[in-house]
T-cell receptor, first 113, second 116 residues
Framework: AQSVTQLDSQVPVFEEAPVELRCNYS??????LFWYVQYPNQGLQLLLK??????LVKGINGFEAEFNKSQTSFHLRKPSVHISDTAEYFC???????????FGKGTKLTVNP | EAGVTQFPSHSVIEKGQTVTLRCDPI?????LYWYRRVMGKEIKFLLH????????ESGMPNNRFLAERTGGTYSTLKVQPAELEDSGVYFC??????????????FGAGSRLTVL
């Protein structure tokens, strides 16, 4: 069965610092990868997705992620974070032909002034 | 356009009681999904509706859970009788096309269930 590992449950950073949230997935022939964000009291919002093509994917709010097939990773990065980026971030994978998203446990990003 | 609406936002019940969670998808979205996040664990798929039909309910934990989508509009998820391990956040999501084609899902804010 497909699985997703988010290695860090909590990541504290200072404002304007760079951040990387790590995500690894179990190998599969064809997978589609996603990062979702949940701000307090809100629903999950899609940040970015990798379906095919360029392995560097740019999303909303200045986030980007790189698909690395050999390392089965899809790490999320932002060069300079803001207080407003404080939220929980979820990596998810969908196997080709499946309707189900498989999520990681989430990473709580806290941006401190 | 209105988003996916879920209520109640938070429900606290005692073990053995019944709770019904409701999800109103975005108007015109035929595909409706339920997911659940138990404390400290992953968000997990429960089931998928296309209009009023259950396409996949392989994620439903047991027969204490009953999901319906009469008329193909809103959906309800009933837990009867509730157990302690049912506590968590229940998310609903909808999409116009199936996720396998469009890869776009809009999630609601979730319904937090606490079973005491």
């Amino acid at each position: 069965a497909q699985s997703v590992t988010q290695l860090d449950s909590q990541v504290p950073v200072f404002e304007e610092a760079p951040v990387e949230l790590r995500c690894n997935y179990s190998s599969s022939v064809s997978v589609y990868l996603f990062w979702y964000v949940q701000y307090p009291n809100q629903g999950l919002q899609l940040l970015l997705k990798y379906l095919s093509g360029s392995t560097l994917v740019k999303g909303i709010n200045g986030f980007e992620a790189e698909f690395n097939k050999s390392q089965t990773s899809f790490h999320l990065r932002k060069p300079s974070v803001h207080i407003s980026d404080t939220a929980e971030y979820f990596c998810a994978v969908r196997k080709g032909g499946s309707e189900k998203l498989v999520f990681g446990k989430g990473t709580k990003l806290t941006v401190n002034p | 356009e209105a988003g996916v609406t879920q209520f109640p936002s938070h429900s606290v019940i005692e073990k053995g009681q019944t709770v019904t969670l409701r999800c109103d998808p975005i108007s015109g979205h035929d595909n409706l999904y339920w997911y659940r996040r138990v404390m400290g664990k992953e968000i997990k798929f429960l089931l998928h509706f296309v209009k009023e039909s259950k396409q996949d309910e392989s994620g439903m934990p047991n027969n204490r859970f009953l999901a319906e989508r009469t008329g193909g509009t809103y959906s309800t998820l009933k837990v009867q009788p509730a157990e302690l391990e049912d506590s968590g956040v229940y998310f609903c999501a909808s999409s116009q096309e199936a996720v396998s084609r469009a890869n776009v899902l809009t999630f609601g804010a979730g319904s937090r269930l606490t079973v005491l």
